[in-house]
């Protein structure tokens, strides 16, 4: 079992930076590629921001972030990291953290484990 908690989630003014973090429990943290995915504000779906392999060594990211945001891991402190420059108001939304084994990066229905996410509300 692997638990998650998320944090450093608020209130920005576009073009501002806030940095995500994601602390897990669990020996096997560094086994897992890990994930950030949003739910926008009257949103159905979680939608892929970006994953990160279980060495660190391959990132994935939508289009939209590319350029923007970029996600990290620190395996000795079993914490997974979402540095959000340039924010623009259609960043806003619950931001979720999640962790799998298997499956593509990008696919939220491959992930086993999620938080219970952080608000990130960007003002214009």
């Known amino acids: 079992q692997v638990q998650l908690v998320e944090s450093g989630g608020g209130l920005m003014q576009a073009g501002g930076s806030l940095r995500l973090s994601c602390a897990t429990s669990?020996?096997?943290?560094?086994?897992?590629?890990m994930g950030w995915f949003r739910q926008a504000p009257g949103g159905k779906e979680r939608k892929f921001v970006t994953?990160?392999?279980?060495?660190?060594?391959?990132?994935y990211y939508a289009d939209s972030v590319k350029g923007r945001f970029t996600i990290s891991r620190d395996n000795a402190k079993n914490t997974v990291y979402l540095q959000m420059n340039s924010l623009k108001p259609e960043d806003t939304a619950v931001y979720y953290c999640?962790?799998?084994?298997?499956?593509?990066?990008?696919?939220?229905?491959?992930?086993?484990?999620w938080g219970q996410g952080t608000q990130v509300t960007v003002s214009s």
């Open positions: 999640a962790a799998k084994l298997h499956g593509t990066a990008n696919n939220p229905g491959a992930y086993d484990y």
């Open positions: 994953a990160i392999s279980w060495s660190g060594g391959s990132t």
């Open positions: 669990g020996r096997t943290f560094s086994s897992y590629t």
